[in-house]
């Protein structure tokens, strides 16, 4: 089992920034890929960012390209979102996620989901 603990979501104005955290622990070998997806209300969760094992390979929704980068901390194996210019259509709940891959993870075949941090974008 791994287990995902998320955080850093918030109020933010447009244009601001805001950088989401996702610890895993456990066995994490196993699922060593990690990123992020997002979820508002009435629709279905969507790929957001992720990085492979070695943080070598990254991966980016289209809607968030050259606003967020996603990396990664071994010593706390740690996965970070650091989001920039951020719009108010980026609102959503955020939720950590880790699979076998991070080809995995961009269509949608996760193993393991953190919970979700809100993350509101006012205008």
């Known amino acids: 089992q791994v287990q995902l603990v998320g955080s850093g979501g918030g109020l933010v104005q447009a244009g601001g920034s805001l950088r989401l955290s996702c610890a895993a622990s456990?066995?994490?070998?196993?699922?060593?890929?990690m990123g992020w997806f997002r979820q508002v209300p009435g629709k279905e969760r969507e790929f957001v960012a992720a990085t492979s094992w070695s943080g070598g390979t990254t991966y980016y929704a289209d809607s968030v390209k050259g606003r967020f980068a996603i990396s990664r901390e071994y010593a706390q194996n740690t996965v970070y979102l650091q989001m920039n210019s951020l719009k108010p259509e980026d609102t959503a709940v955020y939720y950590c996620a880790a699979s076998v891959s991070g080809a995995s993870l961009k269509t949608g075949r996760v193993d393991y989901w953190g919970q979700g941090t809100q993350v509101t974008v006012s205008s």
């Open positions: 456990g066995r994490t070998f196993s699922s060593p890929a």
